[in-house]
Every structure is written in structure tokens, then in C-alpha cells.
């Protein structure tokens, strides 16, 4: 039987993408070109629609080591770009290039939470200091949150010498420890830039004045309890008298547990019944967020579990004793700041939900079990 052109497309496109596939595999088996290569050979195998663990199996590169590498190379490709849009490269971005083509992953990666052109100020910074990857964590933290600062310390400039000496400052003010303080101290005279930082530092060495840290606020979580608090959120099909057709068309609702996150089979997006508290009915605009409760700002101790944060769009006030969500390169996330930061706040968090803890939940729906 001769084969129709339009399967014989699909037969070829497949075989391509399969020696495609192949031949990234062996590139990473046989570590042929360097870890830029591999994080994008490693992204490209991803999206072909392996799994890490497949990956892995194949190739030797652990998961958490394809994850480095990939993000490593995004930065790397991004600090690239962006010279590209200059239609030069200035000598110091070549001297990063050339530092971070063999090797370095794992300081580039670090690198993940910064904007473009914060990048290229760290990574200039990191080679001219030759620093290592403990080094550059700090640098990027510390860049990224003098950035949210909505005035520049006294003292101190916005060159990233001065960032990190700021940052090195600000801790030590906060240590008891003498011989951690003064390392701190020691750190920020190497790296600051101006003669003005590093007399905000040599103040410190006389004055041994401890500044209490701001602990983060407690998380507001809370835990469903009762059975009368998991509400069931029904179709309303409206008032008879009705026509057979309209009662028909109402969807199937599904529920996703642990929280009876409502689905419309047919429809899109998808809705949660949250009890009515006092917190929650004096929201203006609220939606709801899913995370795992490992990954919070302040992680909640015990068994990881899939928890429900509350969020308020309409209270964008800075507070405090409040946790935020704000935009992190395209992303949400949700953060606490000890002072009002310079970016804008997308909303507050009202409340973090955990789901109510069933050991059997079948039980629940024989009647004669419950009342015995």
C-alpha cells in the first residue's frame, strides 16, 4: 500500500527529532563541548518531553546537576544577549565569558535571581574578585535586595562593591559573635568601592552596639478542623420551570482533593470554597494560590503538604508584620520585607490554609459508620 505524503512527513519529522534526541544523549554521555552546551542539551531533551530521571539514566547527570547546569546556562546565555544588543562586548564582559565558559555552573547559577543587567554587575564583579560560589550567593542576595531599598544608606553608593559591603555591614551590626563580626567587617573593606563605605565599616570596629535583627512575622495558618468547615460547591441550574436541555448542560463538577478545588468538565479555570471567617469575607479582592507548604517564605515544619495561601489583590500598603506577593522576573512569589521595598506589592496574604487531616476517607461518606 503506498504511503500518503502526510504520514510520511510525520515519519521523517519523528526520525528527526529521535536522532536529534540521540544525538544530544551522546553529547552528554561522552561530556563533549562544555557545561553551556549540556545545560541546553539537557533543556532541549526536557521539552522533547524526557524526564530528569530518564535523563539520568541515560547519561550520568544527576537530576540536581541538570538543573544547575541549565539555569547556569540561561544566565550565561542571557549576559550574552545582552551584549549582543550593544553589538559589542566590553572587555570585562569578555573576561566573564572566558571565566565562565569551562567551568562555573554552579556560581551562575546562583546568579538565577537577578534581572539581565544585575547579572552582568555581579558576574563583573565576581571575576574582578576572583570569588567563589559562597561568595557570589551573597552577592546576588545582596544585590538583589539593595535593589528594593527605595533610598541608598548613608554612606554607601549603588556600586556593587559598596552593595556587598552594605550587606556585610548591616550583619555585623547584627552579630553578638566578635570573631563573626569581624569577619563581616574584614569582608566589607575588601570589597567596597568608596572611602565613604569603608569608613561606615571602621566605625563598627569601635563601636560594638548590637542592632536586633527583625524577625520575619509568623506565618497566618490555619488548619481545617471540622467536617462543616469543607464545604461542597454545587451547580445551580436555576428555577422551574426549566427545559430538559438547560438541565442536561449543566457540567459535571469534579472535585481535587485535599481542598475540593471545584473543575467544570468543558469550562476553563477552576474555583475552591474557603469558610467564611471574618478575614476572609472583609477581603476586597481575594484569590487563591496553591503551594507546598516546604517552599513558604517561613517553611511550616512537619510533612510536606499542598496548603492553600489566601491572597488580598487589593491591600498593596507595605506593613511590616505582612507577607507580599510580588513579580520576580515574570514569576509570583511571595516574600516578607523588614522596610518598605522600591517595587510593587501585587497583594497581601491573609492567610495560609492547611488541608483537614483524614485518616480514612471513605468513611466519611458511610452514614451508619459515622453515627457508631
Not at 29 to 58: D, M, P
Not at 73 to 96: C, D, F, G, R
Request: proline share 5%; net charge negative.
Amino acid at each position: 500500500m503506498t504511503e500518503t505524503p502526510q504520514n510520511s512527513t510525520n515519519e521523517q519529522q519523528k526520525s528527526t527529532n529521535q536522532v536529534d534526541a540521540e544525538n544530544l544523549i551522546g553529547l552528554l554521555r561522552r561530556k563533549e563541548s562544555n557545561w553551556v552546551e549540556w545545560g541546553n542539551a539537557c533543556a532541549a531533551l526536557q521539552k522533547a518531553g524526557y524526564t530528569s530521571q530518564q535523563i539520568f539514566e541515560a547519561t550520568g547527570f544527576e537530576p540536581v546537576q541538570q538543573n544547575q547546569v541549565i539555569v547556569g546556562s540561561q544566565v550565561y546565555t542571557s549576559i550574552v544577549n545582552a551584549n549582543i544588543k550593544e553589538n559589542a562586548l566590553s572587555p570585562s564582559i569578555t573576561n566573564v565569558l572566558s571565566r565562565f565558559e569551562r567551568t562555573g555552573s554552579d556560581i551562575l547559577y546562583e546568579l538565577r535571581i537577578l534581572t539581565q543587567e544585575q547579572r552582568i554587575i555581579a558576574s563583573e564583579f565576581i571575576v574582578a574578585h576572583n570569588l567563589d560560589v559562597d561568595d557570589a550567593k551573597d552577592v546576588a542576595k545582596a544585590i538583589k535586595d539593595f535593589a528594593r531599598m527605595k533610598t541608598i544608606p548613608e554612606g554607601f553608593s549603588d556600586a556593587p562593591g559598596d552593595i556587598v559591603a552594605y550587606q556585610c555591614w548591616k550583619q555585623a551590626r547584627q552579630q553578638n559573635d566578635l570573631q563573626h563580626r569581624s569577619r563581616l567587617i574584614a569582608k566589607g573593606l575588601k570589597l567596597a568601592d568608596s572611602q565613604t563605605a569603608r569608613k561606615q565599616l571602621e566605625q563598627l570596629l569601635t563601636d560594638f552596639t548590637v542592632v536586633s535583627q527583625r524577625a520575619a512575622p509568623r506565618l497566618p495558618v490555619y488548619r481545617l478542623e471540622q467536617e462543616e468547615e469543607l464545604p461542597r460547591i454545587l451547580p445551580v441550574v436555576g428555577k422551574l420551570p426549566l427545559n430538559t436541555e438547560d438541565f442536561k448542560a449543566v457540567p459535571i463538577v469534579e472535585e481535587v482533593e485535599p481542598f475540593r478545588i471545584v473543575k467544570f468538565s468543558g469550562g476553563a479555570g477552576a474555583w475552591v470554597a474557603i469558610p467564611g471567617w471574618r478575614v476572609v469575607m472583609q477581603a476586597e479582592d481575594p484569590v487563591v494560590l496553591i503551594e507546598n507548604s516546604d517552599r513558604l517564605p517561613t517553611p511550616i515544619p512537619g510533612t510536606t503538604e499542598e496548603v492553600l495561601l489566601i491572597i488580598d489583590r487589593s491591600q498593596r500598603q507595605w506593613h511590616e508584620d505582612g507577607y507580599f506577593i510580588v513579580d520576580q522576573d515574570g514569576q509570583i512569589v511571595m516574600q516578607w520585607f523588614d522596610q518598605e521595598p522600591n517595587i510593587p506589592l501585587l497583594g497581601r496574604a491573609l492567610l495560609v490554609l492547611r488541608p483537614k487531616k483524614i485518616l480514612d476517607q471513605e468513611i466519611i461518606k458511610d452514614l451508619w459508620q459515622v453515627e457508631e
